[in-house]
């Protein structure tokens, strides 16, 4: 059975049809402003035509969509904000359901990072006790326990990103806060702090000096993994994790953020807590893309 998926970017949209292996067909991507919200979803629902039609299948025979968000969603169909696309709280539905055919298309939403999560379990054999970290232009995190994605009271479990990581000299964040994990080992944290080194303007350029043995660079790197594993310390003594994936831009660093990742994680967290395995996400490049289309396929479907 093929599934239409739409991962919806701050900055670029992917659409593809995915199966229940989580095989992709037909990938379209496009860059697609979110100022104007109805014109963001007629273009995203344009790229899920586009890969429909490349790969010979009706788009109007499309039983289900599962749509990544980049931002917190209530696991129904209310966006409750995203900053990184400038949106505020809306419904999605009735911007969404004209642009499919009646009888209805069952529809799915998620955020990008729980999506994640979800698709590590549903497609990677991620287990049913994990933390998915997102580690991009912010840090986004999501949590698995039980089996089950935690979403908490008001839908704001697994914000790991807003987690206080540093309380003597503390970075101001996007939430408003100070001293926030994403403040201090995003891409956008590593890229402030490579320019101070004058090593170049973004995390990549960092990157690229610190597989050179640039020892600043190099330290830039270990100082983000060291904030990542104090907060994945904390996080695992409250929700005693099998494992921990992480994905997005900066994680193909894996690398170079691990050694940072492994001091601070095992010095700080309860040993009753420490077999965990950390490990780079099994899905690459698609995490998101997956993500939406494991919404259409629930656990213990086939
Ligand atoms: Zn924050």
């Excluded at 799915?108 to 998915?132: H, P, S, T």
Aim: charged share 20%; hydrophobic share 45%; proline share 5%.
């Amino acid at each position: 059975m093929l599934v239409g998926a739409i991962d919806c970017g701050g900055t670029k949209v992917l659409a593809a049809l995915v199966d229940e292996k989580g095989t992709v067909f037909s990938p379209q991507c496009a860059s697609i402003p979110t100022r104007d919200k109805a014109r963001y979803f007629v273009d995203s629902v344009a790229l899920l035509r586009a890969s429909c039609l490349e790969h010979g299948v009706a788009f109007d025979s499309l039983d289900r969509v599962g749509i990544s968000i980049p931002g917190m969603t209530d696991g129904g169909d209310r966006v409750l904000g995203s900053p990184s696309a400038g949106w505020g709280e809306f419904s999605v539905t009735p911007l969404l359901r004209p642009l499919f055919p009646e009888p209805a298309v069952q529809l799915f939403l998620e955020n990008d990072v729980n999506a994640c999560a979800l698709a590590e379990q549903r497609f990677a054999a991620g287990g049913d006790d994990f933390i998915w970290l997102t580690v991009s232009t912010g840090i986004g995190g999501a949590v698995v326990s039980g089996g089950r994605l935690l979403r908490g009271a008001t839908f704001c479990a697994g914000e790991i990103g807003h987690m206080k990581v540093e309380f003597d000299n503390p970075a101001p964040c996007g939430c408003g806060g100070r001293g926030c994990l994403e403040a201090h080992a995003s891409g956008t944290a590593i890229g402030r702090a490579s320019v101070v080194a004058g090593m170049g303007s973004d995390a990549a350029a960092c990157a690229e000096e610190a597989k050179r043995g640039n020892p600043l660079a190099l330290e830039i790197w270990q100082r983000a993994g060291r904030y990542i594993g104090r907060a994945l310390a904390a996080v695992s003594c409250v929700v005693n994790p099998r494992s921990i994936y992480l994905g997005g831009g900066v994680a193909r660093s894996f690398a170079l953020l691990v050694p940072g990742i492994k001091e601070t994680f095992t010095r700080d967290v309860l040993p009753q807590c420490a077999e965990v395995e950390i490990q780079p996400t099994r899905l690459g490049y698609n995490a998101s893309l997956l993500g939406a289309a494991s919404l259409c396929f629930p656990m213990g479907s086939a």
